[in-house]
Each structure stands twice: as structure tokens, then as C-alpha cells.
């Protein structure tokens, strides 16, 4: 079984960073995508951003563009997500989640998920 654990949320005042981490263990497949997503209070869940391990392909939602960075250590099978210039509207819980479905992460339809880390950026 799949388990992927969030790590490195916090509270931080908006203009600073943080640096968020997803272990991986328990896989049986190749993974073929990764991503994070965040949902805030009363929003729906979006995707942040997502990655393709095997070619380096990255996506960033427009709103992180330029502020937030995706990577994948294999070595680690580890996901992290490096947030500069944070604003109050970054403020979510932030989920990672990973695919091995080539079909599925077309979709952007996560099999697995994390169970989130907490980002609050005060003004």
C-alpha cells in the first residue's frame, strides 16, 4: 500500500518560504506522476502544481508561477515543493499525491494521496 507523508508546513508572514516534502513508501509500480494540490476553507481543491519524474516535465497553476518549484529526488522518493514570496492567499492545507497511470495522470485523477500539511500566511 501506497502511503505518502506530508511534511513542512507552518506559519510564516507573507514575502517568506517554506519548503514542503512528501515521502513516498510502499510502492509496487512505477510512479508516472506527481503533484501537490491545496485546499483552503470554503475553495475547492486545486492543483498547485504537478510533476512527470521520468522526463522532467513540470505544470504550475498560474497564481504560483514563478514563486513555487516541484522537484523529485528519486533516491529519496521523495516530492517537495519550494514556496517563495508566499501571500495570504497561499494560505491551505496542502496535499501531495501521486499516479502510476499514464491514462490517470492525463486526467489528473490521483490514485493516492497524503494527508495533508497546513500552510498559513499572515499579512
Known amino acids: 500500500q501506497v502511503q505518502l507523508v506530508e511534511s513542512g508546513g507552518g506559519s510564516v508572514q507573507a514575502g517568506g518560504s517554506l519548503r514542503l516534502s512528501c515521502a513516498a513508501s510502499g510502492h509496487s509500480y512505477n510512479t508516472y506522476c506527481m503533484a501537490w494540490y491545496r485546499e483552503a476553507p470554503g475553495k475547492e481543491r486545486e492543483e498547485v502544481a504537478h510533476i512527470y519524474p521520468g522526463g522532467g516535465t513540470t505544470y504550475y497553476a498560474d497564481s504560483v508561477k514563478r514563486r513555487f518549484f516541484i522537484s523529485y529526488d528519486k533516491a529519496k522518493d521523495t516530492l517537495s515543493l519550494q514556496m517563495n514570496s508566499l501571500k495570504p492567499e497561499d494560505s491551505a492545507m496542502y496535499y501531495c499525491?501521486?499516479?502510476?497511470?499514464?491514462?490517470?495522470?492525463?486526467?489528473?485523477?490521483?490514485?493516492?494521496w497524503g494527508q495533508g500539511t497546513q500552510v498559513t500566511v499572515s499579512s
Open positions: 499525491a501521486t499516479e502510476g497511470s499514464v491514462t490517470r495522470c492525463r486526467d489528473n485523477d490521483y490514485s493516492f
